[in-house]
């Protein structure tokens, strides 16, 4: 009997430290629900302190082939004129938003549709977030994208129709005081 | 005493093989059906059955290809009931409770019908409360032990069970070591562009290489950037700009994983600002068009 307890046993903690050795696989950063098993539940959460000091910052722009270039209101955004970028010539700047990350928030799109973020952990000046975007009509338009940002670096979520042209998203984790 | 047979020549047939009450000397202590005594014609038919049957054993004696046939058919169904057990196992409960199946409450679920089932349920026969399945071990079971006929070898029991868990035991081994071993080579594949290119399980299979950067010349897909060339349509992973090697070992931004759902997409390395590059998830919107 107790060598059968033994296997018994032996099956579901093997499982769980399967589940666990698996589950930071994502990057080198240890995902939210990681960071908690791996010691982090002694003290605060890293992940809830990074999301009270950081907020994503978006940009909306809207690409076209009009001819217009790209809104000086952009400032100095280089990637614009390369590809897959450079495939269109004019960006022009919809809207700055802010999503809050406590640890998720998300911000309504021209179109109607939602752009949610999810911090999924936090490391130095590095996030780990999740982004996706659901469309006005409740379809999900990215399911996911977990994405590891060096803080106040831009990445982008493009190719949403909108109108004539494309949306397109830049996105980055800064310092809410900022 | 046999009861004498209607036809003459069965009559004595039996005769023949001493099954009616007659020996030699006694001819007429059992008359043919007929009534009559054994004729010479009866005798010759004994004479020449008498002969056929020597004839045949002779034969049969000179053949040796058969010997030991029978004995050997003998001893392998003996040795097959000897290995088998008399009654199908989990039947039993002196059987079942050293395994530890006999509480169901330890169990974890799906365990216990997966083992239980192919101990051998279903060829039993026995009554409902032994085939429930709380009551393996329960009043059914027990009342067929120690009954004749009933059976259940216990260490043939105890030996199936633990042999099954001891596999399962073995496979959650395998499953930890390999566990082990991705959390080993991820870390060390993050280096390696192209490995990465297979890390997210959920991209399809047309997402870029994470850490590659799209080459020069690249352009979106078509699809999703109107006016653009098929010509201009880069390959769906994008390719690593080997002008980019020396870049810092953590790039600035860095795609884990993308889960395009119905849609079919890209992920893009474009050279920013500073040092590192930028990444594009770029998602083909096809409908709504």
């Keep these: 009997m107790k060598r059968f307890l033994m296997s018994r046993a032996l099956v579901p903690m093997a499982g769980a430290a399967a589940i666990a050795l698996t589950t930071p696989l994502a990057g080198a950063v240890p995902s939210h ?26 940009v909306v722009l809207y690409a076209t082939n009009d001819g217009k270039g790209i809104d000086p209101s952009l400032g100095d955004m280089p990637q614009l004129q390369s590809p897959p970028f450079s495939a269109y010539d004019s960006y022009a700047l919809l809207e700055r938003g802010k999503v809050d990350l406590s640890p998720s928030g998300s911000m309504t799109l021209p179109d109607g549709g939602a752009l949610s973020l999810r911090l999924e952990s936090a490391a130095d000046d590095r996030f ?34 909108y109108k004539e042209g494309i949306l397109v998203l830049g996105i980055r984790l800064v310092d809410k005081k900022r | 005493m046999t009861e004498r047979p209607e036809s003459h020549d069965l009559w004595l047939m039996q005769r023949y093989d001493g099954e ?31 002969l056929v049957g020597d004839l045949v054993r002779a034969h049969v004696a000179r053949d040796t290809r058969g010997a030991g046939l029978a004995d050997a058919v003998l001893g392998r169904l003996e040795a097959e009931r000897a290995q088998a057990p008399a009654a199908p196992p989990g039947l039993d409960g002196a059987g079942l409770a050293p395994a530890g199946l006999a509480p169901a409450g330890l169990a974890p679920a799906g365990l216990a019908p997966a083992g239980l089932a192919p101990v051998g349920l279903a060829p039993v026969g026995l009554d409902a409360a032994g085939l429930d ?16 006929g009933s059976p259940a070898p216990a260490a043939a029991v105890g030996n199936d069970n633990g042999r099954f868990l001891y596999g399962m035991a073995a496979l959650a081994g395998l499953a930890a070591a ?10 060390s594949a993050s280096d390696d562009a192209g490995a990465r290119a297979s890390a997210p399980s959920s991209a399809p299979s047309s997402m870029g290489a994470p850490g590659a950067r799209a080459r020069d010349g690249a352009a979106m897909p078509a699809a999703a950037a109107p006016g653009a060339s ?28 993308v889960d395009f759902g119905r849609h079919q997409g890209s992920v893009f390395y474009v050279a920013g600002r500073q040092a590192g590059a930028t990444a594009v998830v770029w998602v083909n919107d096809e409908e709504e068009r």
């Design chain 2, 133 to 148: 399945a709380v009551g393996l071990v329960g009043e059914g079971a027990r009342r067929k032990e120690g009954e004749p």
């Design chain 1, 33 to 58: 629900a990681g960071a908690l098993a791996w010691g982090g539940g002694a003290g605060a959460d890293p992940v809830d302190d990074a999301a009270k000091q950081a907020v994503g910052e978006v």
């Design chain 2, 178 to 187: 390999a566990a082990v071993a991705l959390f080993v080579w991820a870390p």
């Design chain 1, 128 to 161: 780990t977030v999740v982004a996706s975007i659901t469309k006005k009509s409740g379809k999900k338009f990215l399911p996911g994208a977990t994405v590891n940002a060096k803080r106040g670096e831009y990445f982008f979520l493009a190719g949403q129709r």
């Design chain 2, 20 to 50: 009616v009450p007659w020996r030699e000397g006694e001819a007429d202590a059992a008359p043919s059906p007929s009534g009559e005594a054994m004729s010479a014609s009866d005798r010759a038919k004994h004479e020449t059955m008498a």
């Design chain 2, 230 to 257: 098929e010509a201009k349509m880069p390959a769906l992973t994008a390719a690593r700009d080997d002008d980019a090697d020396d870049d810092d070992a953590v790039p600035a931004v860095e795609v884990a994983s």
